[in-house]
T-cell receptor, first 114, second 112 residues
């Protein structure tokens, strides 16, 4: 599992509330990613980070913000959750070995916004 | 916008069959291609990664090939088993450390 944990694993919240999801890695890999997975849309990138305090937007970043104050933690925040943000959220890291960059995924967080 | 397509969307085979899953991508300037497995309600498990300079990679009963010029990759599973039942996803990246663009997946069922 490449030492990736996500918390919480499941969350139910109400529309309009803020939500923060946490991704933690046990090694010092530079790149971290947040994806969401939805039926009919597959996996899509929300935001990614290429170092402490260095982040950038992905394909579906509207309504989401991220922060990375430590190498090992990458936080995803929904400032005001909406029902369209009901999804499964996956964190990933990129592990470099020689000239190869392989992405490994965490177990996922299932978020339901009522 | 790069697009990744996987055909078929679902496949059901009897145990013991050899099978091929297909992945195509519109922009052939890929950096690498990864195949993943996802069990229901679970995360993604990396199966194989092929760098753009490589033609194939093998791991046990799995063999992945890459033809960059035609924008295609295949995942060959030999002697399929019920435990191989899962969704198989391919994904490409265009730069080191860059985002993965995923196909929609092939849902495989291997019947005993």
């Amino acid at each position: 599992d490449a030492g990736i944990t996500q918390s919480p694993r499941h969350k139910v919240t109400e529309t309009g509330t803020p939500v923060t999801l946490r991704c933690h890695q046990t090694e010092n890999h530079r790149y971290m990613y947040w994806y969401r997975q939805d039926p009919g849309h597959g996996l899509r990138l929300i935001h990614y980070s290429y170092g402490v305090k260095d982040t950038d937007k992905g394909e579906v970043s509207d309504g989401y913000s991220v922060s990375r104050s430590k190498t090992e933690d990458f936080l995803l925040t929904l400032e005001s959750a909406t029902s369209s943000q009901t999804s499964v959220y996956f964190c990933a890291i990129s592990v470099t070995s020689g000239s190869t960059d392989t992405q490994y995924f965490g177990p996922g967080t299932r978020l339901t916004v009522l | 916008k790069q697009e990744v397509t996987q055909i078929p969307a679902a496949l059901s085979v009897p145990e013991g069959e050899n099978l091929v899953l297909n992945c195509s991508f519109t922009d052939s300037a890929i950096y690498n291609l990864q195949w993943f497995r996802q069990d229901p309600g679970k995360g993604l498990t990396s199966l194989l990664l092929i760098q753009s300079s490589q033609r194939e990679q093998t791991s046990g009963r799995l063999n992945a090939s890459l033809d960059k010029s035609s924008g295609r990759s295949t995942l060959y599973i030999a002697a399929s088993q019920p435990g191989d039942s899962a969704t198989y996803l391919c994904a490409v990246t265009y730069n080191a450390g860059n985002m993965l663009t995923f196909g929609g997946g092939t849902r495989l069922m291997v019947k005993p």
